[in-house]
């Protein structure tokens, strides 16, 4: 999980990107998460079966260099949109899932009209606390061996990915891919912890039906941290899933799939 090469590599802006392109219709550009993501991943699957889906691995992250200009999220955020541009992709279901959320977001503030929809899946980016509170765990914090079992609701879940990063017995294409992933979120998110202080203020500027969806025991964020996302952003709709954490929708990705399907329409 999160590990696995994808299968092509297009060079955008100067720079060589590890994508993947999977299915036929509408385009999907989903956007990972901060520990990347496998090429087999249940969403992606279910959502290849109506859509063209275009995932990349973002600038820094898998096997895609990161470019020397390339040092925050908002630069990620152009990065996509050269990529758009050079895919020429138009009426785009824009996804993006936790940290790949945050790009998203902060892609959508830009008012590119080649977006269509945009679905938030337990996103991060976002204060909304006051200075002395936290919004988001620090996740520096942790170990790599203790992260795992805090993305899932279901512990042995966690425990399962965490069996999977014995880096000992790890291809070493394999455990570089999770360096080079861990090392570019702690890049990109590491101070402000995984928010950018200005991005609540831009919110507003999404023009597109937006959908915000989140895992009702997400253990990564406060409680109702989706909901005032969603109330950030005119007219969103937001969805909780029970039974599902921050990466809820690796644990439960027909009901994230259908919820997202039904905003789709």
Request: charged residues 25%; negative net charge; glycine residues 8%.
């Amino acid at each position: 999980m999160f590990l696995t090469a994808l299968p092509e590599r297009k060079t955008v802006a100067g720079a060589e990107t590890e994508l993947l392109i999977k299915g036929e219709g509408q385009p999907v550009l989903f956007l990972h998460a901060g520990h990347g993501f496998d090429p087999s991943d249940p969403l992606i699957e279910r959502l290849a079966k109506t859509h063209k889906v275009v995932a990349p691995s973002l600038p820094g992250f898998g096997a895609s260099p990161r470019p020397h200009d390339v040092t925050t999220v908002d630069d990620i955020a152009y990065r996509v949109l050269d990529l758009i541009e050079e895919l020429d992709l138009t009426d785009i279901i824009l996804v993006g899932v936790s940290f790949g959320g945050w790009v998203a977001a902060e892609l959508a503030t830009k008012g590119t009209g080649r977006i269509a929809k945009l679905v938030l899946i337990d996103p991060l980016g976002v204060k909304f606390g006051d200075r002395e509170s936290r919004d988001i765990v620090d996740i520096y914090a942790h170990t790599a061996q203790e992260i795992p079992a805090m993305f899932f609701a279901d512990e042995a879940k966690g425990m399962e990915v965490l069996h999977n990063l014995d880096f000992k017995d790890l291809p070493e294409e394999t455990a570089l891919r999770f360096a080079r992933n861990r090392e570019a979120l702690t890049l990109f998110g590491y101070n402000p912890t995984l928010y950018n202080p200005k991005l609540k203020s831009r919110l507003h500027r999404i023009k597109v039906p937006t959908l915000v969806v989140s895992g009702a025991e997400d253990r990564i964020t406060v409680p109702d941290y989706g909901r005032n996302y969603a109330a950030a952003i005119p007219g969103a709709r937001f969805e909780n899933i029970s039974g599902a954490g921050h990466y809820g929708y690796l644990e439960q990705p027909a009901a994230f799939a259908d919820k997202i399907e039904a905003f789709l329409g």
